[in-house]
């Protein structure tokens, strides 16, 4: 369907309802403009994981002024950033200064920051008009010079603006390479995958372990590493929960782990067999899990285009990165801001000339700065990841700076290109 194609409306269509695109529908609101979330699952039930916002993406949250929409989410504050080795030695411990950073780096259930960005994008009590949300709306197909997106039952949408936050396996990524006559790039397994396990911390009172070297309730992000394997702990929901996620060297699986969905059910049994050299509190805790999901970790490469005709990929479709830095959904809220910066005083429908140069400036704020953070990522997961990635020379507490002091992509292009004069 054509959105009011002869009112002077800036109409918007994002595909996907993810957290990216949850955001984006929040960061773009303003007087005129509708937006379209096309969403192709049912959005009846978010995943059950965690996921951290670091500093840069929850000031930029904060900015939004959700109030008590995000208080609902319960998010945790994290205080400390700590490395341990499989004998509990504290080989790193960085105090997570907020003042420092302009924010606090929080820790949410994804379901519960899911819900939060939901209501606020659909909100009426917001500035801006609320955008509206199509479930079971696959997209199959985009025409980027035409603005118009095809779903799997026929049914057409045409808007000024299209934005995919359609993931990993993104079909706007598909379309906008394809416009710009660049080959497709496919999400390629990166040599390593990943357990990820909720225990409720009310069922480890038995677990004997120095609360010096680890507290399921403190409030850091406490990571283990050891022969080729590493664990990352953090709690949320105020510290009833805690978050485990290990990493293994696929040679080191006991499981296959090649299943497309990281929901895939993974055996607790061949866990503990994995991890049969780590400390037994670890393993420990590993069996108070309900439930474990496994999957194959994937990413992509830098891509040569995120931008073509009026259509812009952001987030996992544009930067998919593994999880090392926790920078995933941070980089999409980073995305989002960008979007709203550059468009911040469109009020009406822009020319298809003022669309293209507003995304260009939108990609050459946000490409260097994800794509380095990207291959940081990647590095992070050496030796398994060693396909050739570019050396990053940033140590971890630089790099932290680097992800956490940043102030918005406005302020960032500007930095960027003073440093070129």
Not at 65 to 93: C, S, W, Y
Not at 210 to 223: G, M, N, S, V, Y
């Amino acid at each position: 369907m054509a959105i009011d194609a002869a009112t002077n409306t800036f109409n918007i269509i994002i595909v996907g309802g993810g957290i990216a695109g949850l955001a984006t529908a929040i960061a773009m609101r303003g007087p005129h403009r509708e937006i379209i979330v096309l969403e192709k699952s049912r959005m009846n039930k978010e995943v059950g994981a965690l996921l951290s916002l670091q500093p840069n993406a929850q000031k930029i949250l904060e900015s939004w002024r959700l109030g008590a929409i995000i208080d609902k989410a319960r998010p945790t504050a994290e205080r400390q950033f700590r490395i341990l080795d499989t004998k509990g030695n504290v080989h790193m411990n960085i105090d997570m200064d907020g003042k420092k950073y302009g924010a606090d780096r929080m820790v949410y259930h994804r379901q519960d920051l899911h819900t939060a960005l939901r209501e606020a994008a659909l909100s009426t009590e917001l500035p801006g008009h609320a955008a509206s949300i199509v479930t079971a709306a696959k997209v199959v197909t985009c025409d980027c010079e035409a603005g118009i997106v095809t779903l799997e039952d026929g049914a057409t949408y045409q808007g000024d603006l299209i934005i995919g936050a359609d993931g990993i396996h993104s079909v706007i990524r598909d379309a906008v390479l394809k416009a710009g006559n660049h080959d497709l790039v496919h999400p390629t397994p990166t040599g390593v995958s990943a357990y990820r396990l909720l225990v409720e911390t009310s069922t480890l009172s038995s677990i004997t372990v120095d609360p010096e070297i680890f507290d399921p309730k403190r409030q850091a992000t406490t990571l283990m590493m050891g022969h080729d394997r590493r664990v990352i702990m953090g709690p949320a929901r105020n510290g009833a929960l805690l978050g485990l996620v290990g990493m293994v060297p696929d040679e080191h699986m006991h499981e296959t782990s090649n299943a497309n969905s990281w929901t895939a059910p993974g055996s607790l049994s061949k866990l503990l067999e994995t991890y049969h050299d780590f400390p037994q509190w670890i393993r420990d805790i590993f069996t108070q899990a309900p439930d474990l999901a496994l999957w194959q970790l994937r990413d992509i490469d830098a891509l040569p285009a995120w931008t073509a005709g009026r259509c812009i990929i952001i987030g996992d479709a544009a930067h998919a990165m593994l999880p090392t830095q926790g920078q995933g959904a941070s980089q999409s809220l980073e995305d989002a801001e960008a979007l709203a910066a550059f468009f911040i005083n469109v009020g009406t429908k822009p020319t298809l000339p003022e669309l293209s140069q507003r995304l260009s400036k939108v990609f050459e704020a946000r490409y260097k700065r994800a794509s380095l953070i990207q291959a940081y990522s990647r590095q992070q997961a050496r030796p398994a990841t060693e396909k050739g990635s570019s050396k990053v020379t940033l140590n971890p507490a630089e790099f932290l700076d680097y992800n956490c002091k940043y102030e918005g992509a406005v302020k960032w292009l500007e930095v960027q290109q003073q440093q070129q004069q």
